[in-house]
């Protein structure tokens, strides 16, 4: 049993700290969606494509999500936090799934030319791994919690996972960018013709 699920048997204290503990994550998770909507809701509608910024943001809730988890490890109402077998299972199908399907989400982002620079949207396959990659973590943090994981593992998380996944996604972009070249027919009104990008330190 570890420190999270001891306060019924420990006291008050314990008691206190275990349920400190669970309601963090409910902010964590509350801000995970409010930024996951922010990026879907600006990127289904197109956006300049900026090399710099799809590798930094993603970065941004990983920090955080670090940070909540170095938190919780320094606070000393929680005691020692111990991950046992249903943990490092919750975390490695957690792992497993950011990087699958932010792989694949990669390669559905629709990069095109507009005023003379790439830009890129979210398609609806796009959106709908995003729906099921929500769906999948909600499910998987349901069971961890269930099973006895700790809210590090099942909550606290999100955050951290979420960059993960949205940093792979941008990294295939990135790769397959420079070679989404298409002049063998012509651009369609609803998908443009696709062309080598023109970045800003070179010339086409």
Known sequence: MHPYHVG????PTSAAAAGGAD??????????LVILLLIVAK???????????????????????????ISLFADPRL?????????YLVL???LALS???????????????????????YGPMTVLLWCLSITLRI?????????????????DSVLVMLGLTLLIQNVIVLAVVPSAVRTDSPP???????????WPSSQS
Do not use: C, N
């Open 92 to 94: 490695a199908v957690d």
């Open 23 to 32: 309601a963090a994550a409910t902010p964590t998770v509350a801000i995970t």
């Open 188 to 198: 369609t009104s609803s998908e443009p013709r696709l062309q080598r990008p023109r």
């Open 8 to 11: 019924i048997l420990a006291g």
């Open 79 to 87: 005691g020692p936090i111990r991950l046992h077998g249903i943990d």
């Open 99 to 121: 990087i699958a399907i932010g792989s694949v989400r990669g390669f559905t982002v629709r990069v095109y030319p507009k005023d003379g620079v790439t830009w890129y949207r």
């Open 43 to 69: 990127r289904v509608r197109g956006q300049r494509l900026r090399p710099h910024k799809l590798i930094i943001l993603p970065l941004i809730p990983m920090l955080m999500g670090a940070g909540e988890a």
């Open 139 to 155: 499910a998987l943090g349901i069971y961890g919690s269930h099973r006895g994981a700790t809210p590090l593992v099942t909550s």
